[in-house]
């Protein structure tokens, strides 16, 4: 199954905001949103996840969320995201059920050779620089440190698709393209541009 190249992470202090700015980029093109809303209750999720999911049946877009298994299952999300201090990939698949997409998170090599193991359907790595959207921040990888994992993952023959994640602009995508890796996942970029449709048409060539 070929997925996007692109996904967006959405931003939002409240249900309000969050579910405005999926709306903004599914309007724009966006075909691949993952919802991630900290610092709320559970219910509150909950409540976002329903509407979104209402919203996306008038767009040909895959929907994860990020946490929340029971979540995703509830509302019959595509799938979850999971950082490295979540549940465990093999309990989360037996919440959500099989055919559905499980990322993880990984920061090194390692990290990576876990998540391969654990039969993660794609890998978030990062961060690629420093960002203000994710508290309690791994060491910053760059460059050089994507194209260093990419090298052990040819290396140990893993195949997994790897979206690099963290403070990336469209200048960025190019040059992390060119490591080899699959796709690129975006928040604080595209939810501060002033015009998504442009944006998205450019970033779909990718």
């Not at 993880?104 to 690629?128: M, S, W």
């Not at 994710?134 to 698709?161: C, F, R, V």
Request: aromatic letters at 6%; charged letters at 20%.
């Amino acid at each position: 199954m070929m997925r996007s190249k692109i996904q967006y992470i959405s931003q939002g202090e409240t249900a309000d905001a969050q579910i405005q700015n999926i709306r903004s980029v599914l309007d724009a093109g966006c075909n691949w949103v993952q919802l991630r809303f900290k610092s709320v209750s559970e219910l509150e999720v909950l409540t976002v996840a329903e509407q979104i999911k209402k919203i996306m049946l008038g767009y040909d877009c895959t929907f994860i969320i990020n946490d929340y298994p029971h979540i995703a299952k509830a509302v019959d999300a595509d799938g979850i995201h999971l950082g490295l201090d979540d549940m465990d990939i093999e309990q989360a698949r037996s919440i959500i059920g099989p055919g559905k997409i499980i990322g993880g998170t990984a920061n090194t090599l390692n990290d990576v050779i876990k998540r391969h193991t654990e039969q993660c359907d794609y890998i978030g790595l990062g961060p690629f620089r420093f960002t203000a959207t994710k508290d309690k921040l791994s060491p910053i990888l760059g460059l050089k440190g994507i194209q260093s994992i990419m090298a052990g993952m040819n290396e140990y023959q893993i195949h997994t698709p790897v979206y690099a994640i963290g403070g990336i602009t469209q200048d960025d995508i190019k040059h992390i393209i060119d490591t080899g890796i699959y796709g690129v996942a975006l928040s604080g970029y595209i939810t501060s541009h002033t015009q998504k449709k442009e944006l998205f048409s450019q970033l779909n060539i990718v």
